[in-house]
T-cell receptor, first 113, second 115 residues
Framework: EADIYQTPRYLVIGTGKKITLECSQTMGHDKMYWYQQDPGMELHLIHYSYGVNSTEKGDLSSESTVSRIRTEHFPLTLESARPSHTSQYLC????????????FGQGTRLTVV | AQSVTQLGSHVSVSEGALVLLRCNYSSSVPPYLFWYVQYPNQGLQLLLKYTSAATLVKGINGFEAEFKKSETSFHLTKPSAHMSDAAEYFCAFEIADTGRRALTFGSGTRLQVQP
């Protein structure tokens, strides 16, 4: 059983609001990731981190930002939500070595109205 | 550019029939390859992975995949489909020798299992 948690599972919020999606893992993994997934579509990497104080942008340009102050915590923030941000956001973590399995949280489904 | 391609966005099989989900990769260096499954409203779960130890990889739930370098393929198979196998399946890769150390996913294949 993977120990990676995302909150909230579902969020409906108005345009212009600031939101933070939480992701925490208890496996001590150095690497963490955020993927964006539209319904029935592929996953796009938007942010990743190799460890504390390390963050990198992914393949898909995103207006969101991330931080990695603690190993176990990798929150994603949108300063001003827009309807175009409506999507599912998946957090994952893995060990540092190449080819390591990524463990995924259950996702946050965000709807901006 | 390195990528994985999943052929067929939807595959439908009868219960008990062979499952074959196709994945081809494009890379100058053999990558690490993975198959993940996603059930509705859930995150992704690893089915199996190839990391060069053996070309035939066995995974959970009776799935297996064979790495074929000559065909640049990593197709997922299961001899006999169960209703519970209905889900979205993603092929993913990580390039072995670059600084980029994150998984890149294919577009996914939705498997339907008919009774």
């Amino acid at each position: 059983e993977a120990d990676i948690y995302q909150t909230p599972r579902y969020l409906v919020i108005g345009t212009g609001k600031k939101i933070t999606l939480e992701c925490s893992q208890t496996m001590g993994h150095d690497k963490m990731y955020w993927y964006q997934q539209d319904p029935g579509m592929e996953l796009h990497l938007i942010h990743y981190s190799y460890g504390v104080n390390s963050t990198e942008k992914g393949d898909l340009s995103s207006e969101s930002t991330v931080s990695r102050i603690r190993t176990e915590h990798f929150p994603l923030t949108l300063e001003s939500a827009r309807p175009s941000h409506t999507s599912q956001y998946l957090c994952a973590s893995s060990e540092r070595n190449r080819g390591a399995e990524a463990f995924f949280g259950q996702g946050t489904r965000l709807t901006v109205v | 550019a390195q990528s994985v391609t999943q052929l067929g966005s939807h595959v439908s099989v009868s219960e008990g029939a062979l499952v074959l989900l196709r994945c081809n990769y494009s890379s100058s260096v053999p990558p690490y390859l993975f198959w993940y499954v996603q059930y509705p409203n859930q995150g992704l779960q690893l089915l199996l992975k190839y990391t060069s130890a053996a070309t035939l990889v066995k995974g959970i739930n009776g799935f297996e995949a064979e790495f074929k370098k000559s065909e640049t393929s990593f197709h997922l198979t299961k001899p006999s489909a169960h209703m519970s196998d209905a889900a979205e399946y993603f092929c993913a890769f990580e390039i072995a020798d670059t600084g980029r150390r994150a998984l890149t996913f294919g577009s996914g294949t939705r498997l339907q299992v008919q009774p």
